[in-house]
T-cell receptor, first 116, second 117 residues
Framework: AQKVTQAQTEISVVEKEDVTLDCVYETRDTTYYLFWYKQPPSGELVFLIRRNSFDEQNEISGRYSWNFQKSTSSFNFTITASQVVDSAVYFCALSLYGSGTYKYIFGTGTRLKVLA | NAGVMQNPRHLVRRRGQEARLRCSPMKGHSHVYWYRQLPEEGLKFMVY????????ESGMPKERFSAEFPKEGPSILRIQQVVRGDSAAYFC???????????????FGPGTRLTVL
């Protein structure tokens, strides 16, 4: 089976708290890509990060960091010192090759509410 | 370089009418994908097209839905005889040719929110 599970439906934190959004994926492919997208209340999808299956280095970008662990098939996303503007739905996606391109499989999303 | 364009951003239709959603990919992108996001859910793949060809339509409902990407002009997702269950956000994404650019990143448009009354 190929799927992405975001078990946390909704998370509420107070501003300046750190928060981690979980993402667990399933695939038998050895080559794949993982993504995180942000969907603010306005509705568009904002690309945050892309990681290929051969690169397990963790990445930090400002207040955002990602922890990729193939051993547990997880690609978790941490926001440090959260801000109200971080309030959005966050989607994790798995990209698999087939039919000459990569097809995305999205998780159901985690709604993050950051309270002032 | 303009991003992926979708129009209209909001579309209201009555049951039984037709809905036509348009997507203009980023310049230089020849691959177009359509996804549907039902309320409170993640995006689900519908169809993948290249110019004048449907490559993978495994996510498209068998009836009433069709997609095209003509040689000239935008990609069109058409929904005939809409029903209330078609109310959703429809996202288009585009990507460059995989072999040429060696990347798979899809760039998403802002979406079209379809409401069926």
């Amino acid at each position: 089976a190929q799927k992405v599970t975001q078990a946390q439906t909704e998370i509420s934190v107070v501003e300046k708290e750190d928060v981690t959004l979980d993402c667990v994926y399933e695939t038998r492919d050895t080559t794949y890509y993982l993504f995180w997208y942000k969907q603010p209340p306005s509705g568009e999808l904002v690309f945050l990060i892309r990681r290929n299956s051969f690169d397990e280095q963790n990445e930090i970008s400002g207040r955002y960091s990602w922890n990729f662990q193939k051993s547990t098939s997880s690609f978790n996303f941490t926001i440090t010192a959260s801000q109200v503007v971080d309030s959005a739905v966050y989607f994790c996606a798995l990209s698999l090759y087939g039919s000459g391109t990569y097809k995305y499989i999205f998780g159901t999303g985690t709604r993050l509410k950051v309270l002032a | 370089n303009a991003g992926v364009m979708q129009n209209p951003r909001h579309l209201v239709r009555r049951r039984g009418q037709e809905a036509r959603l348009r997507c203009s990919p980023m310049k230089g992108h020849s691959h177009v994908y359509w996804y549907r996001q039902l309320p409170e859910e993640g995006l689900k793949f519908m169809v993948y097209l290249q110019k004048e060809n449907i490559i993978d339509e495994s996510g498209m409902p068998k009836e009433r839905f069709s997609a095209e990407f003509p040689k000239e002009g935008p990609s069109i997702l058409r929904i005939q005889q809409v029903v209330r269950g078609d109310s959703a956000a429809y996202f288009c994404a585009s990507s460059p040719p995989i072999l040429l650019w060696g990347t798979d990143t899809q760039y998403f448009g802002p979406g079209t929110r379809l409401t069926v009354l």
